[in-house]
């Protein structure tokens, strides 16, 4: 059975950091890409950014380039997600997701989520 | 940016009816187009991918069909599990984007 399970989510204040894990089970985690999306409070969801299978690759969003970085340890099975300067934009519930096999870009299993609030 | 616009809002259907939720894309994005099912509290779930195929164990009375810009998500008999919101999402360019969904409540 396909697991996600992502952790490292709370309150912090503008401009602090937080780093998100994603730890990934039943499957073969090193070859699939994997990605970050997110869902503030009550809207819709907002892709954040991807990894390839290997971590040689990696995509972002204009609203978090240059702030957030991802990554994964496939030696762990585990996905990660470093946020930098974080603004209160920035709160949301935050999924990973693993990316469907084939040529598409979607989502097949989603983590429950791990909620970031972004205050003073 | 591809902005990927859904209508209507919201859609009030008794069960046992059919549901038609619409998603236009603002520049052709092929058949690149993914539609998932978010309930309260819970993940979002793929339903379709290349506009038309269902994704593993997905009901046959989800639908999709469309292409280019158009893009329709058809439930042929709602069933009480199906009420939710719905959003499409386009991968044929970066950044990914999605539309803003449709909630199917019950009429």
């Known amino acids: 059975e396909v697991q996600l399970l992502e952790s490292g989510g709370g309150l912090v204040q503008p401009g602090g950091s937080l780093r998100l894990s994603c730890a990934a089970s039943?499957?073969?985690?090193?070859?699939?890409?994997m990605s970050w999306l997110r869902q503030a409070p009550g809207k819709g969801l907002e892709w954040v950014s991807l990894i390839n299978d290997s971590g040689s690759s990696t995509y972002y969003a204009d609203s978090v380039r240059g702030r957030f970085t991802i990554s994964r340890d496939n030696s762990k099975n585990t996905l990660y997600l470093q946020m930098n300067s974080l603004r209160a934009e920035d709160t949301a519930v935050y999924y990973c997701?693993?990316?469907?096999?084939?040529?598409?870009?979607?989502?097949?299993?989603w983590g429950q989520g791990t909620l970031v609030a972004v205050s003073s | 940016e591809i902005v990927m616009t859904q209508s209507p809002a919201t859609l009030s259907v008794s069960p046992g009816e059919r549901a038609t939720l619409s998603c236009r894309a603002s520049?052709?994005?092929?058949?690149?187009l993914a539609w998932y099912q978010q309930k309260p509290g819970q993940a979002p779930r793929l339903l379709i991918y290349?506009?038309?195929t269902r994704a593993t164990g997905i009901p046959a009375r989800f639908s999709g069909v469309g292409s280019g810009t158009e893009f329709t998500l058809t439930i042929s008999s709602l069933q009480s599990e199906d009420f939710a919101v719905y959003y499409c999402q386009q991968y044929t360019y970066w950044p990914l984007t999605f539309g803003g969904g449709t909630k199917v409540e019950i009429k």
């Open positions: 997701a693993r990316v469907s096999v084939g040529a598409t870009v979607t989502f097949d299993y």
């Open positions: 039943g499957f073969a985690f090193n070859s699939f890409a």
């Open positions: 520049q052709s994005v092929g058949s690149s």
């Open positions: 290349g506009a038309s």
